[in-house]
Each structure stands twice: as structure tokens, then as C-alpha cells.
């Protein structure tokens, strides 16, 4: 699970009441420094801590002391002065009466220490760092660089980070990773995370709603199970109305993908020229001509009866892939709002079509799949507004819209407005034009086959990114296509 810094404090704040008190916290989280430190990085002789003056630094101090009994070389900097919490002064007490020789500035032993130990600044941090904090962690590209609890310079919140912010080799969480840390640029210098317990109760964790990471075994349990005796109609009938005479391969993604994701039966409603390629690929879909302008794209009312019909006894509706932005195709949107009932996958062009009309998305019967650029159309702001704070917009849109939200990227974000999880799984070889149709594609099969909106949308982001990871076992980043997540498909479902 991750947590915000807010909810850090207040899980403290119940650990404390429970009998473990901060200082007892304190005293895990340096010993639990120390131990990872003598586990990965034992056969170093050198350590240098450097200490901020609030529990960060305080933790710092804790570990110093109780590696020293290790016969190392141990200093610590504390560049920010005297500790300012009774329980880090303590700390720092404790270590000086060890032996251990505490810098106020910084000697040769910054450049030559084997392991260099980050803890200036905590989760709470914002802002900028401080320019000599900047020149202190400049230049120690040779040296092993260990983040405590969190990388100075990075938020804990947004995943946002200060210029200079300390770059780790691996950071020791304490009590659950942050949420920040799930999050580009922040994940990039974090290195390996580790999560070292401090005495948090089981119960605290019940009392804050933290955000889930998820994980694929436990998103493989949300799919039905297929008895001896299963049939067709027990997998959902998906209408797709997708492509267009120009983007025919989007739509031939999504439907793949779709079936290829247990969807019992699929519909695709598109230009005939998309359908004739689908037909080619996939024989097992049902095609429904589509009438189009003279560029290829749908036209609105003359398409209406064909598909009121085409919506009846559908359990899922996918919207979007390939189908352009027009006139007629933002009408024909709200043609399809307003006569469906079922289950709603809104992605690409439907998402561009409906950020003209976002009030008309149908509440709670939607899941939207955008990208950072189409989120920022849908919530008329700058994409970099979104990029700020990706965990935020997702619950703006989702509140806005009373839908389920999958804000696609590194660290995608799923969001019903209340509950919240992360993906971390993936890679930069599915950074590529069509991962988001085989993702539209995968999430409509598993709303259409019964599972909730946010069960659907997170069981679909995972299958999609684990793909992915699968799909790079065998394929370099530049050569991998969206077409490879569907083949590694059969070995996930």
C-alpha cells in the first residue's frame, strides 16, 4: 500500500497512542537503516550520514550508532544545524557518546565515503532545496548513494521533484512506501524501495484509506471462472464503435484485444474498410457498417437506428479508438450516451469528443482512459498542471465526471473518486501509438464479463502493463509493438 505524508502523520500519530511511541518508531527506522545498510553494503568500510535537523536526520543518527558496532568509519554531516526534535537530539546525543564524529561542514571524507546515506529532508519536504544542499549531493556519481525514507528534494505527495534532488541507489521506507515514490520523476531516483517496518498496527491502516499498488495475482481473482459448462453469453456481447477509414489499425487492436480477453461476444461497429480488416484478423467478430463523410469518419443521425439497435442486450460499450474528432462523431457520442445503459469505455477520440460536453458523460456507468494530454483537455488546463500532481486530476476528473478513472503514463493512476491504486508494472517499450487501444480493448472485455468499473479498469491496467513486462523478456524497448501485448496475453490469462 502507499500512503500520503498526511496519512504518515496519522498513522503515527495512532502508533503512538497504541504504546509505540515516536521515539520507539525513531528506533526501528535507524536500526532498520543500519541492518539493510550491513546486509547490501557490508563489505564497505566507509559510511557518511547526512543528517537534516528534523526525525529524517534523527532516524540517521539511530542507524550511525548502531552501525558503528560494526567497526566501520562512520561520520555524520549535519549541514542544517542542531536537530530540532527532542527525540533526534537524543538520537544525536547518543551517537556522539559512541564516538562517532559529527561535521557541521563538509571534508574530504564527502568524497572518498563509500556509501553515502541521504536523510536532510523527509516526506514533508516542498519547495526547492537549498543551493548548498544542491552542491552537497553535486558529483557522487561513483559513490553508493542510500536514500532514507525518501530522497531529499522529492515530494512525498506528487511524485514532483526539486532540481538537485538526491539521485539513490536504493531508499529505506519507513512504515509504507509514499505515494510520491510511485510517481515520474520521483520513482526515477529512488532506486530499489524498501519498506522497513516500525511498529505501525494493522489496525491504523484501516483507519486511513490508503492507495492500493497493484499487484497481478490478486487482480487475476477479479475475472469469472469458466465452468465445464460455460457459454458464450455468460462473457458479455461488447459493441465497439470504433476506427475510421483513416485509423483502421486502432480498432483492429481494441477488438483484438477484447476477445483475446475473454469477451464472449464482440461487436464492431466501424467504416467498411476498418471492418474489412477486422474480418481479416479476426473472423470471430461481428461486423456493423458504419455510414461515413467523405474523409472516412462517421456520420451522426444517419447512423442511429443501426445502432440503437446494435445496444440492445450489450453489456459493454467501447467508444473512441480511431474514430475521430468531427461534428457528426461528437453527435454520434452523444447519440450512444444517451441510448446506452450498459457499461461505458471512453477512450482516445471519444475522450477528445467528449471534452466539448464532459457534463454529459454518463455518471457512474463510465470508465475513462485518458492520457495526460487528453486529461488536460477534459479538465481545460495545461497537460503540466496534470503532470504536477497525476493522483489529484485523476480524482478531480473522476469527482467532475462520477466516473472511474485510468490516467495512463508511468505509475498509472485508477481512481473511483474514493478508492485509489497504482500500477507500477510496465515499461518504455509500450510507449507507443496503439497500448492505449489494446488497454480500451482489454478493460471493455472484463466490464462486459461482470467485474465493476474500478475492478475492471484496475484488472485490465495490470493484465495490460504485465503484458507489457512480459512482452520485454524477449523484445527490445524499440522494437516492441502493441501487437506483442496481445500475443503475451496467453501466458497471463
Known sequence: MLVTPKQMQILEKLTDESGVSYSEMMERAGHSLADFLMQNYGDCESFLFLAGNGNNGGDCYVAAYYLNFYHKEIKILAPMGEPKTEISRIARDRAVKSGIIILSEADDFLNHAEVLIDGIFGTGFRGELPEQIQKLFDGHEEQIRIACDIPSGGSGTTGQISPGTFDAYDTVTFGAEKVGMSQYPLRSLCGEIHVADIGIPEEAFRKIEPVHRLT????????????????????????????????????????????????????????????????????????????????????????????????????ALLIGCGMGVTESTENLMKFLFSESSCPIILDADGLNCASHCIELIPEGRTILTPHMGEAARLLNCEVSEIQKDR??????????????????????????????????????????????????????????????????????????AAAGDLAAESLPYRYMLPQDLIRSLKEIL
Do not use: W
Open 216 to 315: 497481478l495475482p490478486e487482480v487475476l481473482e477479479n475475472l469469472p471462472y469458466r465452468s465445464g459448462d460455460a457459454y458464450k453469453n455468460q462473457f458479455g456481447h461488447v459493441l465497439a464503435v470504433a476506427g475510421s477509414v483513416r485509423m483502421r489499425g486502432a480498432c483492429v487492436l481494441a477488438v483484438t484485444a477484447a476477445m483475446r480477453s475473454g469477451a464472449g461476444l464482440l461487436t464492431c461497429a466501424s467504416a467498411e474498410p476498418a471492418l474489412t480488416a477486422i474480418s481479416a484478423a479476426l473472423p470471430e467478430v461481428m461486423c456493423l457498417p458504419l455510414k461515413t463523410d467523405q474523409n472516412g469518419f462517421f456520420l451522426n443521425s444517419e447512423n442511429h437506428e443501426l445502432l440503437a439497435q446494435a445496444l440492445q442486450k450489450k453489456q
Open 391 to 464: 493522483i489529484s486530476a485523476a480524482h478531480q476528473l473522476a469527482e467532475i465526471t462520477k466516473s472511474v478513472v485510468i490516467l495512463k503514463g508511468a505509475g498509472t493512476v485508477i481512481t473511483d473518486g474514493s478508492r485509489t491504486a497504482v500500477c507500477n508494472l510496465g515499461n518504455p517499450g509500450m510507449a507507443r501509438a496503439g497500448s492505449g487501444d489494446v488497454l480500451a480493448g482489454i478493460t471493455a472485455a472484463f466490464a462486459g464479463q461482470g467485474l465493476t468499473l474500478y475492478d475492471a479498469a484496475c484488472t485490465a491496467v495490470t493484465v495490460h
